[in-house]
């Protein structure tokens, strides 16, 4: 059985930094494509972040680009978003989700409960 | 980026009656090399995550009910609850994967009449 489960929000200052991760079970997760999407409250899904299978190639959405950071650790099974420079736009529920594939490009099949990042002044 | 719209914005059905819900991209997700839509249809009820319901515009997810099916190419695509159910109840978001970044639609609301 596929599990995603999410760790590492809270409650944040205006600039502050926070390391999400996502710990995966229940597949090869080296062989699939991993991301993260996020919704803030009230809001639409937000696509933020994708990372392929294998781990070489990354991409964001604008709004994050150059503030976060998408890896994965293969070893230990687990996705990691980092966050920095963090706005009050960034207050969101944050889910990790499983691609179908290796490929960036593939939809995704099975989504975690989400953590809560909520950015303050 | 792609945009993507959803009509209704809401709208409430009887028990057993048809649903139908309306997604637009601003350009094709048509990916011609192998002649499949990337968009991708989700359903998620208050508090829970978003669940995978059809992928490729009209494939439906292994044990997802047949009551749920998607159509349309290129710009255009419905997703059509035939039979409304009560668990049926949640919001519907398509989304796109064709170009980065991948956009979701606004979400339908489907409650019962």
């Known amino acids: 059985e596929v599990q995603l489960s999410e760790s590492g929000g809270g409650l944040l200052q205006l600039g502050g930094s926070l390391r999400l991760s996502c710990a995966a079970s229940?597949?090869?997760?080296?062989?699939?494509?991993m991301s993260w999407v996020r919704q803030a409250p009230g809001r639409r899904l937000e696509w933020v972040s994708v990372?392929?299978?294998?781990?070489?190639?990354?991409y964001y959405a604008d709004s994050v680009k150059g503030r976060f950071t998408i890896s994965r650790d293969n070893s230990k099974n687990t996705l990691y978003l980092q966050m920095s420079s963090l706005r009050a736009e960034d207050t969101a529920v944050y889910y990790c989700?499983?691609?179908?594939?290796?490929?960036?490009?593939?939809?995704?099949?099975?989504w975690g409960q989400g953590t809560l990042v909520t950015v303050s002044s | 980026d792609i945009v993507m719209t959803q009509s209704p914005d809401s709208l409430a059905v009887s028990l057993g009656e048809r649903a139908t819900i309306n997604c637009r991209s601003s350009?094709?997700?048509?990916?011609?090399?192998?002649?499949?839509?990337?968009l991708t249809w989700y359903q998620q009820k208050p508090g829970q995550p978003p669940k995978l319901l059809i992928y490729?515009?009209?494939t439906r997810e292994s044990g997802v009910p047949d009551r749920f099916s998607g159509s349309g190419s290129g710009t255009d695509f419905t997703l059509t609850i035939s039979s409304l159910q009560a668990e049926d109840v949640a919001v519907y978001y398509c989304?796109?994967?064709?170009?980065?970044?991948?956009?979701f639609g606004p979400g339908t609301k489907v409650d019962i009449k």
């Open positions: 989304q796109q994967h064709y170009n980065i970044p991948f956009t």
């Open positions: 229940g597949f090869t997760f080296s062989s699939y494509a």
């Open positions: 990372i392929c299978g294998g781990g070489d190639t990354t």
């Open positions: 989700a499983k691609g179908q594939s290796a490929s960036c490009y593939s939809w995704d099949d099975y």
């Open positions: 490729w515009a009209s």
């Open positions: 350009q094709s997700v048509l990916y011609s090399s192998n002649n499949k839509n990337y």
